[in-house]
RNA sequence: GGGCGCAUAGCUCAGCUGGUUAGAGCGCAUGCCUCACAUGCAUGAGGUCGGAGGUUCGAGUCCCCCUGCGCCCACCA
């Protein structure tokens, strides 16, 4: 036998346990295209991050799926890794530098990336590690990252493919501008945030007027909420069929301060009922006044330089801030009398999601991908259940998004980051700004596309060539991820074993920037979707529903809770308050469940090994010979198994958990083990206590994997192996016994009301009660005859007679079991009068369900149209009700 | 402006295809340091399921409307 701490101590546990798994190499799967597999990759964490409940929730449900199909048999592959954050982690460098005094463009852009790297080197594999400490069983030897060199194949040949294809595209239009981050973001990258902002009301004369009285004859009001974007205003639109601008046909406005003259554009677009119908059109600030431009053939004015200064096209203004420019116009409006008011306006604002600046609209040249004939297939493959969303409801999200899809802007002004692959002949193209190169128009020359770079120009053979300043959008080599770091496009062994995965499991949030596109590129570039089954689970957010995030400072840190109470503890505290994607309130309380669970698994296991000495669970039990309660727990073993089968089948993790807690707990502890104590056959109850516990403990290990082993490697022929490599439990034929089930359900029924009437009369706890028995039948009868012992130990009493119809004794109280009648006299220990109204109470409450369950009885349509096991339950209910309010009234006689 | 989710015991939440006296954890009450566990044991008190209507023999569970909270999407300046 080997010594058992007292004392359940989660860190060493969990520590050992996990080098234990990593030295045995039961994580490593083989690629072998035959036989049964599973395989899940990792939404891969980026490497600025550290570990948050998301994450450890994110993770746990996966490192259970992974687990059990592993113990079920499947050579399973989890694939971990990370990617590299484009601007998240070049804005965390930066900050780095900026510690030292220099900034990004103090040194070339080579030794900037070195540096990323280096930092890459020391921090990155920081939520590796952390994953690690959660206990999850990734294969580690196939641990990725986006910028390896094998994915970052992977991006030039797919860049390359949908290059030449025409479905990537440079071209010059509104993108949604991060002034801090000095880069455009894709649609999904610019969160919109309602804010309370306000809509300003300005006058713009018209050209030639005199004075400004008359309005809409010498001057016309617009609204906007930008003032400062007025500096690139190029015309004001109407609505054609708006009566209030008819007259304005053929005149000009002035713009105010910059004295620019205005077109009056008429069109269709502009809704007149909004502000004062007249709208400042502002091309190069502006989606909708670019459309307006190009309709009309307006130039495009961009008044500001990249980080939001306004530039020489602003006059006087230029060298302010856009925010600070909107305030001096405001003022400078309000002294020439043009300001004609303001409203307080709610509207929803663009949001840098990395840095969280407003996001500026911004005419730029930048790289897109065609998505439209991309999302065909995507759309058809969910829409025809090859691919299945959990829960389903994410279908309609998923599908309202892909039938609107826009096209995707993945060129970056960052540094760090996959390069575009694509060189300029200086000579050619005419420019030394690389990024302004027109490479749409057919047969442009100077242009090169490939993975690596040119020797020289492919077109007038000239040597030099620049390569694309831009980097690409992250996200551009996520979606590649479920095949990229399976070798694609070079070595399909990998593929071959294990693609398409089963299931991917991530958080709400990330459906469109990385599900979706995911689905796109299995599709086109791996010829199959990705995966079958999207689990999307909840957000944690803490108790008051706000989302967790560090920089509200609302963040329970897992590896904090870890410290306190062990990672099983924190896996199944949050897997059991988690529902099917029903998004997580969080408290620090909330652990106690997986930490108390803990140590009564601890507890109830060190008991086992003591009392059995460990006895080997690998003797066959000879059911013949088994006690009811025996036979009870091997029963209700049988049921947990197919349960929690279920369960995990279907994504109820929760009710998986809940299921063993209560198995675990409930029965085996409170019961089982209890009754094991009194057991007279120790052979057979030993072999029960340790099987009963080994399988328990293997069911329960994918989601508390630690203790689990733990309590698997106590038992001495655990040289067998780990729990983790054992095999899934199943169902056993022999060990079914509802029979026996049933008997053992009415014995601790029995159980319990004598106890009931100890604590009901107050009885003190020292005495010994009488108890007896009136049995309705030789079953039930047989039931206590056969287990007098367990009754009289476990309800501390005395069975004094067990007799079909036996008198009441003296002053005793009854409890009822179906239609046996159990008798306790109580003597004078019982104070009658107080006790008398609760009795009564207990009548008129049952008289009430008799009366419901009498109507219902008396109902013709009931009796006609339900099932007949629903109204043979009603009679039974009204038999029962029956004969519990007659024993109440006896007992309320006696105490008279 | 669309779409979605949630409103069930004091608190936090389960409740799958409509059918036993609606469950759990925490908290609370009473009694126990019983030789695995006080991070424990035993017993118990608490909801008629946000509001109105409908379908049905029967609804927390399906349909409609209303109220409150939350989230997502959307180029109304």
Redesign the pocket.
Known sequence: MKEIP???DPHSIEESTYAMWLESGIFHAEASPDGSRYSIVIPPPNITGVLHMGHALNNAIQDILIRWKRMSGFTTLWMPGTDHAGIATQNVVEKDLARTGLKRHDMTREEFIGRVWEWKQEYGSTIIEQLKRLGCSCDWDRERFTMDEGLSNAVKEVFIRLYREGLIYKGNYIINWCPRCGTALS??EA??R?LDGM?YYIKYPVKGSPTLSRENEDYVV?????PETMLGDVAVAVNPKDPRYAGLKGKTLELPILKRELRIIFDE????????????VTPAH???DF?LGRRHGLPSINVMHPDGVINAEGGDYEGLDRFECREVILEDLKSRRLFVRAEE?V??VGHCYRCHVVVEPRLSKQWFVRMKPLAEDAIKVVEDGTIKFHPA?WT??YL??MY?I?DWCISRQIWWGHRIPVWYCVSCVGTRDMRDVDVSSPGAAGIYVGKEPPSGCPDCGAGEMEQDPDVLDTWFSSWLWPFSTMGWPDDNKMLDSFYPTDALVTA??II?FWVARMIMAGLKFAGDVPFNDVYIHGTVRD?T???MSKSLGNVIDPLEIIREVGSDALRFSIIS?T??G??V?LSR??F??G??F???IW??S??VM??TGGCSDNVEINVSSLSLADRWILHNLNLVIEEVNRCFENFRF??AA?RL??FI??KY???Y??IS?LSGDKDNTARVLVTVLRKSMQLLHPIMPFITEAVWQMAPESSSGLISASEWPLKREDWEDAASAAKMEKLIAC??AV??I???W?VL?GTELDVFFDPQDENDSSIVEDNRVLLEKLAHCRVREIRKGLSRPEKSVAALLGNSRIFVPLGASVDVESEKQRVRDKITE?E??LEG?GR?LS?K??LS???RE?VE??N??LA??RQ?ADTLRENLEALV
């Open positions: 007292t004392r359940y649609d999904e969160e919109h309602d809509i617009i609204a906007t909420t930008r677009s502009v809704d007149p009922e909004f502000g004062t119908g007249a709208l400042k502006d989606p909708l459309e306006h509207h929803a409801r309609k999200v309202g998004w609107n826009r709400q949030e469109f108790s529903g706000t989302k308050i529902s099917q029903q998004d309130f309380d909330k106690d469940v930490r108390n803990a140590n009564k507890n109830a060190r008991y003591m009392t929760n009710d809940s807690y209560d707990w409930h502890c409170d019961w083990l209890e104590k159980i319990t106890r009931n100890r604590a009901f107050n706890p049952i009430r369900y369950v219902k109902n349509d009931f149209k339900a099932p629903v339950k009603e039974k209910k029962k009700f519990e």
